[in-house]
């Protein structure tokens, strides 16, 4: 009977085919709306992670003030050295200090960070190496003229192809030799190059190019937490130490401010999620109007089919068939919209994933969602014209003209 059924649906739709075309249209532009909007959204909070995993894994940043242009007291060297002694579930701890210089390698000029750290900031910040080395604690007690380069500074100052290590960048009155090339990082979790810096032991950039050796100018402390260990009790330890030794009182705020890069991209994610789970709820309204769309045409269809229905009737059809028959096109007209959005949704995706960075993380649950959602929005609205055609009266529905 069901074979029956779906076999004069199509029929009936191979009949009205640029009919059957307009009626799907909202079906099809509601199923490929909500799967766009899904995957891509999908592949924005994937691309959020992996950013913001490129600052460094269980990472936190110790920054005075609590924004990030507020001004607070720096931090201290024997700040440093307190964290790592009484603070549990810590990895690794690194100083970090920053100035802006313009970078001279022969003719070319670049202005750009210039970072002062120690060799624990590598694996800190999850730093890989493509060329060379990095620095050690040695050449850090020496305040030794040495530096480590992203990409950027390689491509600009010396040119893609070729090999810096042992050649020399001037900053100013100084002169560092690159010891080491980082990996390609591409773009931070806020949009900045990971790979356009300099890094130099920091005894060398408090000496030499800032002139502040005093060990009070450390502009903040990146600290990588122990795997398996609560970022969340690290976060609490070091803000009631640092309290403490910046000597506030119950009343007053902090002005020191602890930076999770695992709590932020949870929050971020979440945050796209349910962007994408709005965008994805909007979509789906034209789902809505593509199911009164089926309904009316369903309707019309019956109005056409009175006497084909009254003769069915007559001549033994019960009326639950009937109901079957019209019930399986509305499903039948839905399902091929259904199918045609997915269609057209894959299609978008690969050209609009391209177009904003994202990567096509394609989902089978959400294709398998969306289309059977299309599938009861076909029972849904096809109801009621189905039952209309199933209680016509026989009699009434042959003398319809």
């Not at 040119?159 to 010891?179: H, N, T, W």
């Not at 019209?326 to 050209?351: K, M, P």
């Not at 904003?356 to 599938?375: Q, Y």
Request: hydrophobic share 45%; charged share 20%.
């Amino acid at each position: 009977m069901f074979l029956n059924a779906f076999i004069i649906a199509l029929r009936e739709i191979r009949r009205n085919l640029t009919r059957a075309f307009l009626t799907v249209v909202g079906i099809v532009i509601g199923v490929a709306a909500v799967v766009t909007m899904v995957t891509l959204g999908r592949g924005a909070t994937e691309v959020v992670k992996a950013q913001i995993s490129n600052l460094g894994s269980n990472l936190l940043i110790l920054r005075p003030g609590l924004g990030w242009g507020q001004k607070a007291p720096l931090f201290t060297t024997a700040d440093v050295k307190a964290i790592r002694d009484q603070v549990p579930g810590i990895q690794a701890i690194a100083p970090f200090a920053n100035a802006n210089a313009p970078a001279v390698s022969l003719e070319n000029v670049r202005n750009t960070d210039i970072q002062g750290t120690t060799p624990e900031y590598f694996p800190v910040a999850n730093w890989k190496l493509s060329l060379g080395r990095f620095f050690n604690d040695a050449e850090v007690r020496e305040g030794a003229s040495v530096c480590v380069i992203g990409e950027t500074i390689r491509k600009e100052l010396f040119g893609a192809e070729v090999d810096p290590i042992g050649m020399k960048i001037r900053l100013k009155s100084m002169s560092l030799e690159v010891v080491g090339v980082t990996a390609v990082k591409g773009q931070g979790g806020f949009g900045d190059d990971l790979d356009d810096n300099i890094i130099t032991p920091i005894t060398t950039l408090q000496r030499r190019l800032t002139g502040r050796a005093s060990k009070e100018n450390i502009n903040q402390i990146m600290i990588s937490g122990q795997d398996g260990y609560p970022t969340v009790n690290i976060v609490a330890d070091v803000s009631s130490l640092m309290r403490e030794r910046r000597s506030l009182t119950k009343n007053e705020e902090n002005n020191f401010s602890v930076f999770d890069s695992l709590q932020l991209a949870e929050t971020i994610s979440s945050s796209t999620r349910v962007m994408t789970s709005l965008l994805g709820a909007v979509a789906g309204v034209s789902l809505l109007v593509g199911g009164i769309g089926i309904m009316n045409i369903m309707l019309v269809s019956v109005t056409e089919r009175t006497r084909e229905i009254g003769i069915r009737l007559a001549i033994g059809a019960r009326a639950r068939e009937v109901l079957l028959q019209f019930l399986v096109e509305a499903v039948t007209l839905s399902c091929v919209g259904g199918v045609a959005g997915i269609g057209v949704a894959y299609g978008l995706c690969t050209s609009l994933a391209k177009v904003v960075g994202a990567p096509f993380l394609f989902d089978p649950k959400i294709n398998l969602i969306a289309f059977a959602f299309s599938a009861a929005i076909g029972i849904l609205f096809g109801f009621m014209p189905a039952r209309r055609a199933a209680s016509l009266d026989p009699i009434d529905a042959l003398r319809h003209e």
